[in-house]
């Protein structure tokens, strides 16, 4: 039997979201399309496009928890995640809920909802791969990764994810190790790219040729949003980590990795702050140790 | 009128082409469907190839030079065009001929031409902002820029240009300057982030993001050839140079330009020997010349 055999016929479903940036609001359209009933709970105030959506919004945590929600979708930010669950009084909350991360890395949310997560609720890790900018043209095709990570209500699960399911998305399961070490080479790669190409101020010619049009796409898809994912890709992904090894050529990833890579901070200055020395052989960061050594 | 209406209806013509490498036969094969007579030489054998295409293949220039073409049509590398037309008899060559190159960069070639051909001879400069990798669904809508840099018999440069405006193209008059001047970060630009995907090995995976594909895809567009055209693309577009010194931060660039451009290697070597360095902030030459001040 196919995979789509295992879901129940979709029923609407009571969805509170934390987090309602412009990933949350990209997801809400659809779902709210779908006939779930939204509600949102955010740090920033997001109740002016919550109306226009026809969304509830929450500045109360507490009454936002009690709203008898059936899922709770966390689309925080990677690196807010874990202090936006904390803040949250989720031990006195006692609706047997599922909750659902839709974040870009896996391991990481997985571990902070196990954390603070009360042991009746359940346990879904799901990151669509794509976002706003890169499916104008609706979800068909698109790989939906999940997994199961502690179900106990499977119909509730299945019925959520026939939400990506009934709007075409290719569904992937898979462990949140599995993803993080697929991902992280490709996603760090992509918005480190990308944010360089926008520090450029790369511009679309009368004459461009196709492959040069992709980077001007890749430019354009970068927001500032991005630059706290890329942020949050670096310090949430172990894999990511690695990979700036593997990155670097092999004599100088071995001094990197050996000698410095145990401070995390030195690859994640050239990579977030300085993406472009991102691209360097390492020697930058020796010049630039050789340069406070001068100053001091 | 449109610019159309200034060609005459096509007629076949004799073109005869320096250069037979992967450009060379991208055009080729639609120069022979439009039903031109085609005839080729090149330093490297391409013989076979030509019999297969239909294509008479001249090992001997002077023979060459005198099969009555209408058309030369230049498509050596970038780097061996003043190499190859400086070992051709060209001053003996009496048929007074339309010279046209399709590089990637137009002044170089343009004053190439200029310098090693008699006087008589007509000079188009004319790169498709395409090739074999980008217009796999044929040359519909993809620009097409040209100089008519000394054109006395406008008819046959007319139909000579409408090869490819009949194919669809977007026809871009543009001075050779201008050309250069704008393409100059595009091209480099693209070339080096190409070949550092290559060089990294990047994969494509079960679950790409639609970003993620594009580079894959400009990964996939790198060949050993667009290793010699990054080549030429910095040592003859006076413009990239310039556009290599914009790349760097302002406060390393004014270093960077006054104390070391002078000497373009230095860029050279960080560009195309080490494209990962490019992206950094000029501090890895700083660090490799302070590596040679260590070991001396």
Redesign the interface.
């Known amino acids: 039997m196919s995979s789509s055999s295992t879901c129940l016929p979709q029923q609407a479903l009571k969805v509170g979201k934390v987090g309602f940036g412009t990933f949350g609001q990209f997801l809400a359209k659809t779902m709210i399309k779908q006939g779930h009933t939204l509600r949102a709970t955010s740090q920033t105030g997001y109740s002016h496009i919550c109306h226009q959506l026809g969304i509830s919004f929450f500045r109360d945590v507490i009454a936002f928890l009690e709203a008898d929600n059936d899922v709770m979708l966390i689309a925080t930010s990677i690196l807010s995640l874990s202090e936006v669950l904390r803040s949250m009084p989720l031990h006195s909350f006692k609706r047997r809920t599922l909750f659902d991360d839709v974040l870009s890395v896996k391991e990481h949310p997985r571990n902070v909802l196990l954390q603070v997560l009360p042991e009746e609720m359940d346990v879904l890790c799901t990151p669509p791969?794509?976002?706003p900018?890169?499916?104008k043209n609706g979800w068909k095709d698109?790989?939906f990764?999940f997994e199961k990570v502690r179900v106990r209500d499977e119909p509730r699960c299945s019925n959520f994810l026939q939400s990506f399911e009934s709007e075409g998305c290719r569904m992937?399961e898979?462990s949140c190790e599995e993803?993080d070490k697929?991902?992280a080479?490709?996603?760090f790669?992509?918005h480190t790219?990308?944010r360089?190409?926008l520090e450029?101020g790369?511009e679309s010619?009368?004459?461009?040729?196709?492959?040069?049009e992709?980077?001007v796409?890749?430019k354009e898809?970068m927001t500032t949003a991005s630059f706290n994912l890329l942020d949050g890709l670096f310090t949430h992904n172990r894999f990511t980590q690695q990979e700036v090894c593997n990155?670097?050529?092999q004599k100088q990833a071995s001094t990197f990795s050996t000698n410095k890579f145990r401070n995390a901070n030195v690859v994640y200055n050239y990579a977030v702050d300085?993406?472009?020395?991102?691209?360097?052989?390492g020697?930058?960061e020796?010049?630039?140790e050789?340069?406070r050594r001068t100053k001091s």
Do not use: W, Y
């Open positions: 791969m794509f976002g900018e890169s499916c698109l790989p990764v992937v898979m993803h697929l991902v080479r490709n996603q790669l992509t790219v990308g360089i190409l450029m790369i010619t009368s004459i461009n040729t196709k492959s040069f992709t980077l796409k890749l898809s990155v670097t050529n300085e993406p472009r020395a991102f691209f360097s052989n020697q930058a020796t010049a630039k050789n340069g």
